[in-house]
């Protein structure tokens, strides 16, 4: 029997290449010597790092090591950490986006939440959201599991260890004495982190961190499952940024000519009325179809790109949070008034832009509204007067101060929004 080697690149698992079996113990004691990690132990999960300088890049390379049934399986996890030293620029947001993720970065107080599955760049946005603000006069303190790149000067990085009893909450108690200015929490997973963590954004300072959520909504959703009150929400997360990571073209790329037909996109859950629409106006995008040449070893794609949705929480929206509005209902008016891409139409812009192709689709999640027109979902990415006025609105967050909260806390017994989110209502017939 052989040891397959196989990589994860761009997102898909292939294998390049395999081994006799009889050479896996002398393979994993290697990679274990690497990560510092005891040899003698076998039957035992280990982690572990080491860094490397591979292809003029520095690379940290974590470790794990569990016992199989047939021996060790290790699965090493490559960390450029060049990649967190790029800006926010970097990440090819819509530039509605960038203007207003700069804009809340500059904040004093409130939370910014990034959210996505497990490997959707969501610690690489942060890290570059936080380069963008870094500077000797703010206090920026992030609390990470693990610490994944060196955020560099000025930026102190604390490593939580569940194991030895140095939790998350009990890290954010700790360097709150220490008079942060910005808090980065790695993530928002149990109850008494969010509420310490939003506690924390009331009281003068800006908190981000990450939750996994399908979309930026859902994470408003989470925090009241997670019990924290509508009035601390409302009052203390500023927005919402919702992340995927999308496959993007190779330059041997090419263009599709023609409407390939209805036939062409089942099963990928676009609304008839935007196909109708890209039947009729299909040369006015640059459509491409992967190609594959020598350089994307004939895969047709080469690289990965951050694809965002972004949730903005004007007084408005904080207000039918607070209120308890069904979730549909407040998808919607943000849709309406704010312009917001969801995150399955900024996948389809990114097709009509010519950057990936249609079988990217496949694993954004759809949903349940309808979908704008795809000459709109192209106009919203960018700059207009409208969303410039709605910037205003979100810089005037309301004063941060502690209310009681037998006061300002309806104590619903089950959040609406909560409830509406877990059953998707039907989606409607055509606008
Ligand atoms: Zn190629």
């Known amino acids: 029997m052989d040891v397959n080697v196989r990589m994860r690149i761009n997102g898909k698992l292939r294998k390049i290449d395999h081994f006799p079996s009889e050479d896996l113990r002398g393979f994993v004691n290697v990679v274990k010597h690497s990560g510092r990690l005891d040899i003698t132990q076998q039957h035992i999960a280990h982690d572990g790092s080491f860094m490397r300088a591979l292809g003029g890049h520095i690379v940290d390379i974590r470790v794990s090591v569990i016992p199989t049934i047939y021996g060790e399986k290790v699965v090493l996890r490559f960390l450029l950490q060049d990649m967190s030293q790029k800006s926010l620029h970097d990440s090819n947001l819509p530039p509605r986006i960038e203007r207003q993720l700069v804009n809340v970065m500059r904040k004093k107080s409130g939370v910014i939440l990034v959210t996505g599955p497990t490997g959707s760049g969501k610690t690489t946005m942060l890290h570059r959201a936080i380069r963008h ?18 955020a560099g ?51 003068g300072h800006l908190v981000l961190s990450t939750l996994h959520t399908e979309d930026a909504l859902g994470s408003i959703v989470r925090l009241i499952q997670l019990g924290v009150a509508e009035w601390l929400i409302s ?29 062409y996109f ?9 196909l109708d629409a ?16 020598k350089k994307c070893d004939g895969e047709g794609y080469r690289s990965l790109q951050v694809i965002v949705e972004q949730l903005t929480l004007t007084s408005m ?8 509005k069904p979730y549909r209902e407040v998808i919607d008016f943000i849709r309406s008034k704010h312009y917001m891409n969801m995150i399955f139409e ?14 990217e689709l496949r694993d954004l999640p759809r949903g349940d509204y309808v979908m704008k027109y795809p000459e709109e979902i192209i106009r919203d990415a960018t700059e207009t007067a409208e969303t410039r006025r709605v910037d205003i609105e979100t810089t005037s ?30 989606r409607e017939a055509l606008r």
Not at 134 to 146: H, K, L
Not at 171 to 185: E, G, H, M, N, T
Not at 317 to 324: A, F, L, N, P
Request: aromatic share 6%; proline share 7%; net charge negative.
């Open 397 to 426: 967050l309301p004063q941060a101060f502690i209310v009681p909260r037998e006061v300002y806390d309806p104590a619903p017994e089950k959040s609406e929004i909560g409830m509406a989110s877990i059953k998707s209502p039907p």
């Open 266 to 274: 089942r099963g990928m859950d676009i609304d008839d009325h935007v």
């Open 346 to 359: 900024e996948g389809l812009r990114q097709i009509m832009l010519g950057n990936t192709g249609f079988e």
């Open 278 to 293: 890209l039947e009729r106006d299909w040369p006015k995008y640059k459509i491409k179809s992967p190609v594959g040449c």
């Open 133 to 150: 603000i870094a500077g000797e006069d703010i206090n920026i303190q992030t609390i990470e599991e693990p610490v994944e790149y060196r």
């Open 235 to 263: 009052s203390t997360v500023v927005t919402v940024i919702n992340q995927r990571l999308i496959r993007k073209f190779c330059d041997c790329a090419e263009d599709m000519p023609m409407f390939p037909g209805r036939e």
């Open 153 to 203: 000067e000025f930026v102190n990085q604390t490593a939580v260890n569940e194991a030895r009893g140095f939790t998350y909450p009990m890290a954010i108690k700790s360097v709150l004495r220490q008079d942060p200015d910005v808090i980065l929490v790695g993530e928002i997973r149990d109850k008494e982190t969010a509420q310490i963590a939003t506690e924390a954004a009331l009281t």
């Open 317 to 324: 929206v904080r207000d039918m949070i607070r209120e308890g």
